[in-house]
């Protein structure tokens, strides 16, 4: 049971809009700021977005982060096959003194 | 462009001893800008963090494992290591390590390594 919750899959056409929720307490998502990791088969994660809506160098802009509240969205526009992956949240939770992330999103691009 | 890299045994026995070292190459373990971390993820399951250590030797762990685990840095190698006691098929997974993007086990990991699968069995 993770920390942080997220949906088990989300589905869209190529050239769509998806949107990945992660959704939290006080203790974590409240308080702290939210990453994105993006993790192809079989290929270790990569950061996406951090400090709640950042990216990395080399990180098209079609990838963008908000946070509201205790919960945080990944949207992902002009959607392309390559994007099928699983997407994971992540932040620091204050009560446990621990990085905690959500259980991962599957994204398929039909 | 920094690059980490884990090696250790691909096979350890039940109640034994799990130990991984992490080599850093392309940039500065002994910056005091970065903390440096240890993620697991069982096969087909979702992420889970380790650990975390600095420069300096200072250590988070993650609750649920901390009376197992212990990270170590030697910087003069540029390698932090692992060590996970007293493990269970329930450890069985890919153990990943990684760099957070500044000077706290609060901020996201930028950089992972390609991780190295650990199978716990007799």
């Known amino acids: 049971q993770s920390v942080l919750t997220q949906s088990p899959s989300v589905s869209a056409a190529p050239g769509q809009k998806v949107t990945i929720s992660c959704s939290g307490s006080?203790?974590?998502?409240?308080?702290?700021?939210v990453s994105w990791y993006q993790q192809l088969p079989g290929t270790a994660p990569k950061l996406l977005i951090y400090?709640?809506?950042k990216r990395p160098s080399g990180i098209p802009d079609r990838f963008s982060g908000s946070k509201s509240g205790t919960s945080a969205t990944l949207d992902i526009t002009g959607l392309q096959t390559g994007d099928e992956a699983d997407y994971y949240c992540?932040?620091?939770?204050?009560?446990?003194?621990?990085?905690?992330f959500g259980g991962g999103t599957k994204l398929t691009v039909l | 462009q920094l690059q980490l890299q884990e090696s250790g045994p691909g096979l350890v026995k039940p109640s034994e001893t799990l130990s991984l070292t992490c080599t850093v190459s392309?940039?500065?373990?002994?910056?005091?800008?970065?903390?440096w971390g240890w993620i697991r993820q069982p096969p087909g399951k979702g992420l889970e963090w380790i650990g975390s250590i600095y420069y300096s030797g200072t250590t988070y762990y993650n609750p649920s494992l901390k009376s197992r685990v212990t990270i170590s840095i030697d910087t003069s190698k540029s390698q932090f290591s692992l060590n996970l006691s007293s493990v269970t098929a329930a450890d069985t997974a890919m153990y990943y390590c990684?760099?957070?993007?500044?000077?706290?086990?609060?901020?996201?990991?930028?950089?992972w390594g390609q991780g190295t699968l650990v199978t716990v069995s007799s």
């Open positions: 400090d709640n809506n």
């Open positions: 992540g932040t620091w939770d204050s009560s446990l003194s621990a990085v905690v």
């Open positions: 990684g760099r957070h993007i500044h000077s706290s086990p609060v901020a996201a990991i930028g950089y």
């Open positions: 392309g940039g500065s373990i002994s910056s005091n800008a970065y903390y």
């Open positions: 006080s203790s974590n998502i409240g308080n702290n700021y």
